[in-house]
């Protein structure tokens, strides 16, 4: 039953992206090199870890805040003739990011990063998620397909896809919710991979495919039942295969908006697998495979989420702040108002304990591993969305009629934390893991088998 955690993976996992505001309004606050330090002393990091982190934040400040209005000023002249074209301050960033060793920071194997280390890191990008992660290469859906592609691929399949991928030359996507059974149970899904001497067929639908819509999209990863496996347990059947985006029999159909957004130039999409044919080295792993993959894909993802999603709830904050110190009503400045000074209080309060939380989860599996964190990680993902779409609801609120326009980009925010209270599987999958381990030591004790919980 743990495998349905991997649930709706594909949709959302780059709700971050797209060019949804017109930025009239960015309010920055630059961050201090020695930001989040008590959290440091509780979560010990690295003395590189800790230089590396003041690096990010040292970039974030002196290049990418001040880019962000460049970017919506280059997309919106792109978007005159093509709306899923990449502004080029994009490419100009990653060049000054990798130059300076600020590059693929969320793989252990290439940084040399624990994941609490790389949590902190997350959280800064999350304060300009729409830019921010692929600066660094470190932008959903490429890490998760990056990590798939380094544990699990085979040398070849590595030379092609992850190698570029590393190198920040194309971008990916993954193909997994689909949109005529119910992806909260993964194993609904209906996608065929059928084998045909030294190829596989590939017959079916997937939606909110994110990144499908970059035009440098090159590599999907896609996750189907295979055939001749209907004896195997339920979570045996599924396979994972690599799929180039040109091949033919690849039908991009529409791109799909989150409440009204599309996320252009990046864009979640609806793609048809129409008797696609793909090697047989195109396999992941092996068939029957798929659920091992996700599983070992999603722990890690999962922290990313959460942090870039406390990094966004923490800009909303002070974007709260600044407005209620700057706007009157009723004669008194709104931060003088009682319901406004508890809005940001509580704020607070939500913010430090989702961090704390998350934080917490990703030091266990630092120590213990993925399936030790597993509980930790549902409650994260029930945890910090929510909490980052009351933080920002509440900013909203404070900002009136300015909040729930394109002038800021607050209701885009809220958009992106709504989607990953579906993404990556739906709260109550999570909640029903967090249930389980919560009762299983009562149930076992009730048996006359008393166990110890983690």
């Not at 100009?92 to 990798?98: C, N, Q, S, V």
Request: glycine share 8%; net charge positive.
């Amino acid at each position: 039953a743990s495998c349905c955690h991997s649930a709706s993976a594909s949709f959302g996992e780059g709700m971050f992206r797209g060019a949804a505001y017109r930025g009239r309004h960015i309010f920055v606050r630059k961050m201090s090199a020695t930001a989040n330090s008590s959290a440091m002393e509780m979560f010990p990091c690295s003395d590189r870890g800790k230089r590396i982190y003041s690096e990010v934040i040292g970039f974030m400040n002196e290049r990418v805040y001040p880019a962000e209005k460049i970017y919506q000023e280059q997309y919106e002249e792109l978007a005159k003739r093509d709306r899923w074209s990449v502004p080029p301050i994009i490419e100009k960033l990653k060049t000054e990011a990798k130059q300076r060793g600020l590059w693929n920071l969320f793989l252990p194997s290439e940084s040399n990063l624990s994941q609490v280390e790389y949590a902190f890191m997350a959280e800064q990008m999350g304060r300009a998620a729409h830019i921010a992660p692929e600066v660094f290469n470190c932008n959903a859906p490429d890490t998760g397909n990056m990590e798939v592609l380094h544990l699990f691929g085979t040398d070849e399949q590595k030379r092609q896809w992850l190698a570029p991928l590393l190198e920040g030359k194309i971008r990916s996507v993954f193909c997994m919710t689909e949109p005529d059974v119910a992806s909260s149970d993964a194993t609904n899904m209906e996608l065929e991979i059928r084998r045909d001497g030294n190829e596989y067929i590939i017959n079916g639908k997937k939606w909110w495919s994110s990144g499908a819509g970059d035009p440098r999209c090159r590599i999907a990863i896609v996750m189907g039942r295979s055939t001749g496996l209907e004896d195997q347990p339920i979570h045996k059947q599924h396979s994972m295969i690599l799929v180039p985006f040109d091949t033919p029999g690849v039908v991009k159909v529409r791109p799909l908006s989150v409440y009204g957004y599309d996320d252009a130039p990046h864009g979640h999409w609806e793609v048809h697998f129409k008797n696609v044919r793909v090697p047989v080295s195109n396999l992941l792993l092996g068939e029957g495979r798929g659920f091992e993959i996700a599983q070992s894909r999603l722990g890690p993802g999962r922290i990313h989420h959460c942090m870039r999603l406390i990094g966004m709830a923490e800009r909303g904050l002070e974007m709260m702040c600044d407005r209620a110190c700057k706007r009157k009503a009723f004669g008194k400045e709104l931060a003088r108002q009682g319901t406004v000074q508890a809005d940001i209080a509580l704020s607070r309060v939500e913010i430090d304990q989702a961090r704390l939380l998350t934080l917490q989860a990703a030091r266990l599996i630092d120590t213990r591993g993925n399936r030790s964190a597993r509980h930790l990680v549902a409650m994260i993902k029930v945890a910090a969305p929510r909490m980052a779409c009351g933080v920002l609801d509440r900013a909203i609120q404070v900002h009136g009629g300015c909040g729930v326009s394109d002038d800021t980009f607050l209701a885009h925010m809220w958009v992106s934390a709504r989607s990953l209270r579906l993404a990556d599987g739906p709260d109550e999958v999570h909640l029903a893991t967090v249930a389980r381990q919560e009762l299983k030591p009562h149930a076992m004790a009730a048996m006359g088998k008393p166990q110890s919980r983690l």
